[in-house]
């Protein structure tokens, strides 16, 4: 009897926020490896900012998810069943699976996880995309000096949380913004940012934002877009540098959304936005990964998972990540 | 009897696009040079974009002009009397001068300009500030390669008619925005821009991009900001440099104009924008001099100059610049 793969295709294309309705879970049977072939179970799946950019029939850096197609997603999983010489029964592999219960693949895409350095999980996070995003969005495109102020948005999430660890470990003053007490807690706190503020109770941003940065702004990694960061360059020093990895404020908007016009901000400060994709140094994640692996040894970074049981919570965990409702990196456990 | 002294200052902030009577004509008397000083007469003044912002009493990347103040700016001069070593009595000189016929200076900030390269004017123009500004914004911050297509808008001016050259020899393919049928004859018949339109009469700037860049924009030297620059956004292709020299459409609004968010583009692109200031180049100027004094003795740069005559013009000069009044570098000839 063959395997059943559940699977969650994209049934419409959502307008504003997503809803479970948007999504559809369907049985399929799993296909037997072919030659040079595995079959995977996943046992962790991912859901992203990212991923609801796909879902609109937009133009973006990636082709939009089809109607009817399974939702794309990073995923864990251990191989149950393998012809390919790569990849034995057993190993956990990481790669581009989907919204699904089982994959049959050549492996082309996959890692393979060592489950003896960190909880498997973690390569879907800290040690995943996550956190190379983190990595190369904070060091190679804003280049952080010992002593200068680094501001980040969606400091609670799974790359905002690591951007301002890293900026510590760089000798930063690192200052989070995030949407919950509960949140900020956690950054000054646990983390060690030198300070954070919650964004739902804060009225006057840039009044915060220039007290808890006495001299300016620096460095600013932009999860979020919208009003936080129109604050965010009213107070950019002189040559600060401006990632952008997200602008999750305006994922979900109907129409775009107008804001004042920030580009003379850049031209006083001769300043400097860039967006970036964690793709482009796909040549380097090794370096990444085997520095952060240490640095979580020392016990300088750490990291937070909120986990959701149950594959068919897969579009609600997304639902509630897009909302802010994760702290640190969101993930689906598949039982 | 003391050489008498026509200056400009500032009467009033201007609201708006500049008056007239936001500027009064004063006179007093020459100051004799002291020991180390000379005596100076101004030949032409430059009139320039940023001089608007210098109007605000708001923070900019340089302190405002004071009410009362001369208005500061760029000039050229003739040495009259001299007791400094480093200059004499005939010798050229450019620098910060100011709206006045005459100054009395120790030399500091002023260079000594050669009348057998090129006419003494273009030290204000291809030979100055505007070229140079030129020379390291498109260069620099954008690294254009052969191939690439690169848009300049506010492309008639003294900056853009350079900038569009400039990548013509890099061999680019060069788009110019410009605002008269002249300014695009001269572009592209005289100046050799692949293409041209004029944003006065064209309604649809994503269409004619689209139209004049099949291939997308890679490099895009932003003069004027505003609706033609949320344009060029829509069309720039994956790794995107944009040098965010000037903002003219925004120097004369009484309040800031909201606009649509433009950095999802740069998240979607993986494009960079950088504002800059030319002093950030300030120990490469002799570099950038040297080629443009070659490219214009081969006759690969040509430039225009718009020349009023008259110290008593200069607002007038200044204020019709501000509107595009001018084709090339805008002047004034002292008599």
Redesign the interface.
Known sequence: MPRVNRQFTLASRPVGLPKESDFKLIETPVADPGENEFVAKTLYLSVDPYMRGRMNDA???APAVQLGDVMVGGAVAEVMESRNSRFKAGDIVEGFIGWQEYITSDGAGYRKVDPSIAPVSTALGVLGMPGLTAYFGLLDICNPKAGETVVVSGAAGAVGSLVGQIARIKGCRVVGIAGSDDKIDWLVNELGFNAAFNYKTVKDYVAKLAELCPTGIDVYF?NV??PI?DAVFRLIN?RARIS????IS?YNLDK??????????????????????VF?FADRYEEGIRQMAVWIKEGRLKYRESIIEGFENTPRAFIGMLQGENTGKQLIKVL
Do not use: H, V
């Not at 775009?256 to 994709?277: K, V, Y």
């Open positions: 133009e973006s850096y932009d877009g919208g960061t002189t952008i990895c997200g602008q305006q775009p959304e107008m804001g004042p016009r920030l580009l003379s901000m850049l031209l006083i400060r001769q300043a400097r936005a860039e967006g970036f994709l482009q």
